[in-house]
C-alpha cells in the first residue's frame, strides 16, 4: 500500500520548491520537516545551524528569487535575513503549501522495499503527541536537507593544549552573543562569505583586532560592479565566451574595481573563476586600515594562546572561530544506498547532481549543488521541474551506464577546471546548468522570438526565463524578464557591436552595389 506518491525531506527553500513543484502536478505529497519551523538555514536560531544575527544574502535576489514568485516591491538588492524568511513565508502562503509539511518529524531511515517502493521511517520531535516510530511508503522521494550538514572541524596540531576558546562559525551568531570584548584577538580561518562576515562583525560590533588564517585564499568580490550588483555580469552574453576568455574578463574587470589582490596581502592561488569567490565591500577597508591582517595556514596550536603560522611567526589569540565549511551527511539513508550516492567525502555520484544511476527518478536529491554564481533557488526549481516532469512520465531519464558515463565526464572536467578542495566538488555555473535541464523538460528559452526580450535575456538575468515556456509556464514570467534590470556595461557595449555590425554589413551592400552599377 502506497501512503504518498512522493515524499518531500526538508522545507527550506530546496524542499518547499520540490513539494510546490509536485503539487503543480497534482501528486499526493508529505513534506518531513525536523524543525518547528520553515525556511532551512534563513530561520535564525540563536542556537545551531542558520545564519548569524547580521546575515544579509551575499547574492541579489533577482538571482535567489522562485521562477513564478517575485520579491515584493522596495526589497534591498541583497535582503536580510528577515526579509528572506518573510519571502519564503509569503511563498508557502501564496502556494498553499504548509498544510503538507509535517513539522517536529526527524526522518531515522530511507530504504527501498523489494517492489521499488521506499519505506521512510521517523519519529516525533517537539511537541508531536504520539509515541513510537511511524512509517509511510511513497513511490518517490525528494531529499533537500541541503550539503550543508555536519560542520567541519580540521584536526589541528595541537589543539588540545589551546586555553582560549575555538568554535566553528556554526555556533557563531554576533560578537555580543559569542561575549567578545573590545581589543580582544580573534583568529578567523578560512576565507570564505562566512569567514569574511565574522570578521566584519568582529570588527565593527566587537571592536577587536581580527586576523583571518587562509590556506587557499580566496578571490574578493565587490557586491556591486560599476553600478550593477556582481553577480548580474553572469549573463549569457558573456557565457556566449570560452569560459576561459570569460575568466579573463572576469579577472580584468575585477581588478580595475579593487585593485590587484597581492595589494592588501591577498594570494589567491587560482583564477578567479577556478574557485569559489567571497562577496565583501569591507575586507579590503578592514585591511587597508589595519583592522584586519592577513595571515598563512596554521601550522600548530603552541602552549596557551599561541597559534603558530606556516611561515614560522607566531601570535596570541583569545578566540579562533572556524569557517572551515560542513560535509554532507545523511545518515537517514539506509547503508547501501549511501554508499552508492556519497562515495567519497563531499562528493556525490549523481546525474546532473539530482539523479543516481542505479535508483532513477524515484530517489532525487534536490539542492546538492554549489552555484558560481547567483543563487540555489533556481538551480533546486529546475531540478524539482525535472523531477515531477519524469514522476509523470513526460519525459525520461538515459540509461542507467549512459548516465555513469555522464557523471564521470563532468567529474573529471570539473576537476580539471576547479582548484582541487572539499569545498569544490559540487560546483554548477547556473545559467548553464539550468539551460541543460530546461532543454530535456521543454523549458529552455527562445531568444528570438521578441526583439525586446532577447535583449534582456542577453543582457540580464532573471530566473523567470525559465517559465517563459515549455511545462510550467508562468503568464507573468515575460512582464519579470522586461523589467530586470540591465548592466549598462553590456546594455551600451551591446549597442555599439549592434551598429558596428550595421555599418559592416552596410559598407558591405554599398561596396557590392558599385560594383554592379
Known sequence: MVDYECAVIGAGISGLAALKCFLDKNLSVICLEKSEDIGGLWNFSEKGYGVMRFTHINVSKQNYVFSDFPFPEGTPDFPHHTDMLSYV???????????????NCIVTNIKQTFDGLWRITFQKGKHQNWEGNKVITVRNVAIATGHHANPRIPKIQGEDSYVGTMIHSVQYKCARSLGVSPGKRVLVVGM??????????????????????????????????????????????????????????????????????????VYPMTGILKSQPTVSHTLYHHIQRGYIRMKPAIERIGKGKKVVFTDHTDEQYDYIVLCTGYTFSMPFLSKDIRETVLPAENEINLYKNVF?????????????????????????????????????????????????????????????WYYSSKRLTIQK?????????????????????????????????????????????????????????????????????????????????????????
Open 192 to 265: 570564505g562569505n562566512s569567514a569574511v562576515d565574522v570578521a566584519d562583525n568582529l570588527v565593527t560590533q566587537g571592536q577587536c583586532r581580527v586576523d583571518i588564517s587562509a590556506r587557499s585564499p580566496s578571490w574578493i568580490f565587490p557586491p556591486y560592479c560599476l553600478g550593477s550588483p556582481v553577480d548580474h555580469y553572469a549573463t549569457r552574453a558573456l557565457y556566449a565566451l570560452p569560459l576561459s576568455a570569460v575568466e579573463k574578463v572576469c579577472q580584468t574587470l575585477i581588478c580595475m574595481v579593487l585593485g590587484l589582490p597581492r595589494q592588501w596581502g
Open 356 to 416: 543516481s544511476p542505479k535508483y532513477g527518478h524515484t530517489l532525487g536529491f534536490i539542492g546538492f549543488a554549489q552555484p558560481t554564481s547567483g543563487g540555489l533557488v533556481s538551480i533546486s526549481e529546475m531540478q524539482s521541474r525535472w523531477m515531477a516532469e519524469l514522476i509523470t512520465g513526460a519525459v525520461r531519464l538515459p540509461s542507467a551506464p549512459e548516465m555513469q558515463n555522464s557523471i564521470i565526464k563532468e567529474r573529471n572536467w570539473e576537476r580539471s
Open 89 to 103: 513565508r509569503s511563498y508557502c502562503k501564496h502556494f498553499n503549501l504548509n498544510q503538507h509539511i509535517h513539522h
Open 429 to 517: 555555473i547556473p545559467l548553464l546548468y539550468n539551460d541543460e535541464i530546461a532543454e530535456m523538460i521543454g523549458c529552455k528559452p527562445s531568444l528570438f522570438r521578441d526583439p525586446r526580450l532577447t535583449w534582456n535575456l542577453l543582457f540580464s538575468v532573471s530566473a523567470f526565463q525559465w517559465r517563459l515556456e515549455g511545462p510550467g509556464k508562468w503568464l507573468g514570467a515575460k512582464k519579470q524578464c522586461l523589467s530586470q534590470p540591465r548592466v549598462p556595461l553590456y546594455h551600451y557595449c551591446g549597442i555599439f557591436i549592434l551598429i558596428l555590425v550595421l555599418i559592416v554589413i552596410l559598407s558591405v551592400v554599398l561596396h557590392l552595389c558599385d560594383r554592379f552599377v
